[in-house]
């Protein structure tokens, strides 16, 4: 019966074995795909937007969100360098040995047992043989030991030690690799946030505002962070991404951007960017200045900062709210990208939210043969606008008209979740290239003196058509016409659907809806043409139809809209702000060590053949002759081996007389 190992012993042989070795490689190079398709380190809130709340769960609880930093990537790196440095320290002392020995006390039958093996018999004496063996051999470049025995010598050769160099270079390059990356990975910060010793901050307040248990210590060994700078400003901090807060990791000096530049192409996209820093440090005699570009980063006192993107840097930017209540007029407001305003409608309290301001848009237009082109329409305010309640409606607001299907728009963009897409609200252009056009017609639906004084004459000339005198009718008629083009002002055409079902038996709904339809068709060409009229036009062309049919269309909509303006951008001071990216990595030049290392190792295991040659020589007692086993063994390039064998073999059959 076999006897049973001991524990410590099969623990020893399973970390040292190479399925461990294999499984745990394989388990790494998918963490590493996933930490690479996934984008790491982002708000919790982009991950809940683009995954949902189920999927977000689960990727969170996996650690997916840092996969570097995870508490499971990280055992596997240790487990890694544990397996490595074990099967480094079981197989050493074997290769040592093997380093050292020549196996010259082989044996005759394993030699003429050999693939290669071949049999001589040579004339020449024993030691002009011997000669001759060790001047080729060393030629080649063989180290070589001579043994002398009773009735035969040994010459017993080797070359290409190097491959055990291969295999020690091999498994320390990658103990290395993964010592570099324990080295920069988050492992003190999970020690110190398991401890107690800081905790990341969550809420959006200034760096003054930031408790101190959120802040890092000044000569922390390693980190990566990220930070904007508007021009003109400096900043001695960044911040390094927690999951859903941060934490505040102070600079041994300032960093101040002085300008930043983008260059587009001719689409308005951005071609490249540069940022002109200036380094503030106490300890030099006056500050650095010098360009950073993408992969090219300015490098002081082991901290690499990197151009990493750009954004808004707190742009300033005039709003026009155009009301759609004249009710509800509100002053024009100057305000600055980031910041909140609160805003007065009548009784009701909101809070302006400005988030963003984008100079360039690309947007996919199609021309008038139906060819859609990539163009560039121009500035881009996106704001909030939130009630008392709480709850807020983003907006996507376009500086210039858009061009669509021969005809200009003033567009806005709605969304009441972050993760839905935009619904826009498209106001046509007037003649002026102005919304007033627009708001004029809107308004005047919503005087009822005017509506009336409108509905009263196209109600009389209809009547007069058809020769019909009845003041009740009449009366009715121009009733209803005001009754409707209050209800589609104020709540779009649902409204008036609401109405009738409210009203209504449901047997009767279906022809009451089309006598509406056609009262409020009439009312609101009343009220349009009474609205031409006062802006001096009297024969209407189609152009000013189709603003009609574009109006009615942006009117239906207003009441999902959310908001009692349109704000519109009319000016605007852009600040850019430069996006970098500071780290410090002394684990890097550990990794790059440990890369040349495996890179090295690869190539001596890979290309460096073992090889090892036996030259057993024999004298024969009966005759002069002596006799030659030659025989070789070879762990790579087997063909070349054999051919190096036959020319070894040929060499000294020219000094044979029989063979």
């Not at 996969?67 to 197989?91: D, E, H, M």
């Not at 709904?509 to 009262?519: D, L, P, Q």
């Amino acid at each position: 019966m076999t006897q049973r190992k001991p524990y410590s012993t099969q623990l020893v042989q399973f970390l040292g074995s190479m399925n461990l070795a294999i499984t745990l490689l394989v388990v790494l190079a998918l963490a590493s795909i996933i930490g690479t398709v996934l984008q790491q380190n982002q708000p919790y809130t982009s991950y809940v937007i683009k995954f949902g709340t189920f999927w977000f769960d689960i990727f969170r609880l996996l650690g997916l969100y840092d996969v570097y930093s995870s508490t499971w990537f990280l055992v596997i790196l240790a487990f890694l360098v544990i397996s490595t440095a074990t099967c480094i320290v079981r197989n050493t002392p074997g290769i040592l040995r093997e380093l050292k020995h020549f196996r010259e006390n082989v044996q005759e039958k394993s030699l003429r047992l050999m693939n290669n093996s071949h049999s001589l018999y040579l004339t020449q004496p024993s030691s002009e043989i011997q000669k001759t063996a060790q001047a080729i051999l060393t030629n080649q470049g063989y180290r070589f030991k001579l043994q002398q025995n009773a009735d035969h010598v040994v010459i017993a050769a080797k070359k290409g030690n190097s491959h055990y160099w291969g295999y020690w270079l091999t498994h320390i390059g990658i103990i290395v690799i993964c010592l570099g990356g324990l080295l920069d990975s988050r492992l003190p910060l999970m020690i110190a946030e398991w401890k107690g010793a800081i905790t990341p901050e969550t809420r959006p307040i200034p760096v003054s505002a930031i408790p101190k248990e959120s802040f890092l210590s000044p000569n922390s060994l390693s980190f990566r962070g990220n930070v904007n700078i508007s021009e003109g400003q400096k900043t001695d901090v960044i911040f390094l991404p927690v999951r859903d807060g941060y934490l505040v990791q102070p600079l041994p000096f300032q960093v101040e951007l002085k300008d930043f530049r983008v260059e587009h192409y001719s689409t308005g996209m951005p071609k490249s960017f540069e940022s002109d820093l200036i380094i503030h440090d106490p300890e030099l005699e006056k500050p650095i200045q010098k360009t950073i570009a993408v992969n090219h980063p300015l490098i002081h006192k082991g901290v690499a900062i990197y151009q990493a993107d750009f954004n808004d840097g707190g742009s300033q930017v005039d709003l026009k709210f155009n009301a759609f209540n004249p009710n509800h007029q509100t002053p024009d407001l100057k305000g600055s990208i980031f910041k909140d305003y609160n805003i007065t409608n009548s009784n009701t309290q909101y809070k302006l939210e400005l988030t963003d301001f984008r100079l360039f848009n690309i947007l996919p237009i199609t021309d008038e043969k139906g060819v859609v082109h990539q163009r560039n329409v121009g500035p881009s305010v996106t704001f909030k606008l939130r009630n008392a309640a709480g709850e807020a409606i983003e907006y996507l607001n376009y500086m210039s008209p858009i061009l669509m299907e021969n005809r200009n728009y003033f567009v806005s963009g709605i969304r009441t979740k972050p993760n839905e897409a935009l619904k826009y609200l498209h106001i046509p252009m007037d003649d002026k290239g102005t919304v007033q056009g627009f708001m004029q017609f809107l308004h005047n639906l919503q005087d009822t003196e005017l509506v009336r004084r409108a509905a009263s004459n196209a109600t009389q000339q209809s009547m007069q058509e058809v020769s019909l005198n009845n003041r009740d009718i009449e009366q009715q008629v121009i009733e209803s016409m005001v009754r409707l083009t209050q209800v589609f002002a104020t709540r779009g055409f649902d409204g008036i659907t609401e109405d009738i079902e409210q009203r209504f038996p449901e047997a009767q709904r279906k022809s009451v809806n089309e006598a509406f339809a056609k009262v409020l068709n009439a009312a609101l060409r009343a009220v349009y043409l009474e609205t031409l009229k006062i802006n001096g036009v009297t024969n209407p062309t189609e152009k000013d139809w189709l603003f009609y049919d574009d109006s009615l269309s942006a009117m239906a909509n207003l009441p999902l809209y959310g908001s009692p303006w349109y704000v519109q951008l009319t000016g605007f001071k852009h600040i850019q702000a430069s996006g970098l990216q500071m780290t410090r990595s002394p684990g890097q030049n550990v990794v790059y060590l440990g890369c040349v290392m495996l890179t090295l190792g690869v190539f001596l295991m890979f290309y460096i053949a073992q090889r090892r040659i036996w030259i057993w020589l024999k004298p024969q007692n009966d005759t002069n002759n002596v006799e030659m086993i030659l025989a070789g063994s070879t762990n790579r390039q087997v063909t070349e081996f054999e051919k190096f064998m036959a020319t070894l073999r040929q060499a000294f059959e020219s000094t044979s007389v029989r063979s």
